[in-house]
């Protein structure tokens, strides 16, 4: 296998197309911090934040298809995945979990003391999700915490001190991350239940799961406005709130009284333009704040 297939091989592994849900909120958070942030923006810190994100999702990720091999692989769904079809070795995707994890942990030492004490800490909430399925249908909200560490981590990282708006940001990153991974989870219900997995539709059924993320997203929704009105930003902040909300309503839309044949477009494409759109108009926000 060669250089470049070997790296598709492994960016098909951990996934690594959906860095586009996290990454846009660290940059919108990065933009929001500018008015309390005591550190230099340079380029060199913001490629330290890009490594310390991406090592760390990558850490996450691989551990994650190392602990799920023996489900993915009893899975219709799954079976397919790098481990269980004998694409990656079980080893490799353990080491990858290690020198990843090792990368973001010295990655996080050259951002300052928060970002180094915290670490260790981020890495074991990251890769204790993988695990939680086998044992709390709240693992979809371990999730959402676990996805916002990233603009959390960016905030901390530009030297600004911690304050309701950004708490108000994170809050909106966890319940956007909960109402979405129901959404998607809602194709390994019966699965879950057959092997003593847990997630809301295993427990709460299809319409159950429905209401409950629909109410995520209503929170999701309610939190980014807040953050505006805690941060003091100007209009353009609540029309990337208002483009949002109505791209969550069509998500919702699409996968309907649980639609299983959007699941996949409602899953990446909505909250592709959801995370992107935000930062977009955020950023557009900022400038026009000058």
């Not at 990251?126 to 960016?154: D, E, I, Q």
């Not at 997630?199 to 159950?208: E, N, Q, Y």
């Amino acid at each position: 296998m060669n250089l470049f297939a070997k790296l598709r091989t492994y960016g098909g592994l951990v996934a690594f197309s959906h860095t586009v849900f996290a990454m846009p909120f660290a940059a919108t958070a990065l933009v929001l911090s500018r008015a309390e942030a005591h550190l230099p923006i340079t380029a060199q810190r913001i490629a330290a934040m890009v490594v310390c994100m991406v090592s760390a999702r990558t850490s996450a990720m691989a551990f994650n298809r190392w602990a799920d091999r023996d489900v993915d692989a009893k899975n219709p769904r799954t079976k397919g995945r790098h481990i269980p079809a004998g694409e990656v070795s079980a080893a490799s995707a353990l080491t990858l979990t290690v020198a990843s994890g090792a990368v973001f942990l010295g990655s996080a030492a050259t951002l300052g003391f928060w970002p180094l004490v915290l670490s260790p800490v981020v890495l074991a909430v990251l890769l204790g999700y993988s695990l939680a399925k086998r044992f709390t249908w709240a693992a979809h909200l371990w999730l959402g915490v676990a996805l916002s560490l990233a603009p959390g981590g960016a905030w901390l990282a530009a030297g600004a001190t911690p304050n309701a708006g950004v708490i108000s940001l994170m809050l909106g990153v966890v319940t956007w991350l909960l109402g979405f991974d129901i959404l998607y989870s809602l194709q390994d219900a019966s699965f879950d239940r057959a092997h003593g997995l847990h997630s809301v539709p295993a427990r709460f059924g299809v319409t159950g799961a429905l209401l409950i993320s629909a109410g995520a997203h209503a929170a999701t929704i309610a939190s980014f406005a807040l953050t505006g009105a805690l941060l003091h930003r100007g209009p353009v902040f609540f029309v990337a709130v208002a483009v949002a909300a109505a791209l969550l309503v069509y998500e919702h839309a699409l996968v309907g009284r649980g639609n299983l044949a959007k699941i996949n477009k409602a899953f990446f494409d909505m909250n592709a333009y959801v995370s992107v759109g935000f930062f977009g108009l955020v950023l557009i926000d900022e400038y026009l704040r000058r």
